[in-house]
């Protein structure tokens, strides 16, 4: 995979087809955009150009823990300025629940370069919330706090990205670690924050501004649970919902095989939706 360099940081990427309108797809959690590259694929095969990235601190591209917004507002700019070296915008941008997050800043914060989202595993609620800050930063900073930097380097999830790209080590080993704390904190902060929205990181209102069509896949575990898709689908005003997975109460977590085995129907759901959209933005054009 090539790497571009983005708002000064080195962000690995791939470009899955060879012709037709731009999508865009992110993965859940912090996992590389390769994640989804088998759904990629089945989009591609119907007359898309995918782009699939390593986020900033995700897979391959630079860790970098700094910033004054949210890591997720960050991530949403990053891959505006990636589309726009490839000359990709306006996009049809997706992704599941933390890639989700970070396609609805997206629309919010670049509404003039998404013809449409695509958003599964959709995450909201005081558990997503509670859970989601832990995993993401909350572990981090006692790490930091009990060990300094050398502590985070020798974490999992840091091992990875040292592993994956070797000048992270260097990086994070000449961070201060009260700065990290203090970053990481401040991110943590976005999540608690958005306990009682209806999708972390975007209120009532910034949903119902959201203009572009827009196709909803709900989960159905406690962290991404059906009804925060249902809601997110009730507030968008382009939004429709399609649900894939089996009817019932959430439960406290749904495997990703199971989303792995639904792949093809969820890309069936994604192509039939893309190809209306295409078609509706035609005719406004027109």
Known sequence: MPYATVRGVAINYEIVGTRGPWVTLSPGGRRP???????????AAAGYRVLLHDRRNCGASDVI????????????D??????????????????????CRMSILFALRHPHSVRSLLLWRVTGGHVAAERLARQYYTDFIELAERGGMAAVCDSEFFRERIA??????????AMDTERFIAVMSHWREYFVAGADQPVIGASEA????????????PGNDVVHARRAGENVGRLMPGGEVHDIMPAG???????????????????????DFLKRADTTSQRTAA
């Open 65 to 76: 823990i700094d910033g004054d917004e949210s890591e997720y507002d960050i991530w949403a």
């Open 249 to 271: 109460p959430d439960v406290d977590e749904i495997p990703l095989a199971e989303w792995e085995r639904r792949e093809g129907q969820l890309a069936e759901v994604f192509v």
């Open 206 to 217: 910034d949903l119902h501004s959201i203009r572009v069509p827009t196709c909803i896949v």
């Open 78 to 99: 990053d891959l505006h300025a990636l589309l726009g070296e490839l000359n990709a915008l306006p996009a049809h941008v997706g992704g599941a629940s933390s890639g």
């Open 164 to 173: 994956a790209r070797r000048e992270n080590r260097a990086r994070l080993m």
């Open 33 to 43: 955009g390769d994640a989804v590259r088998s759904l990629s694929e089945r989009i």
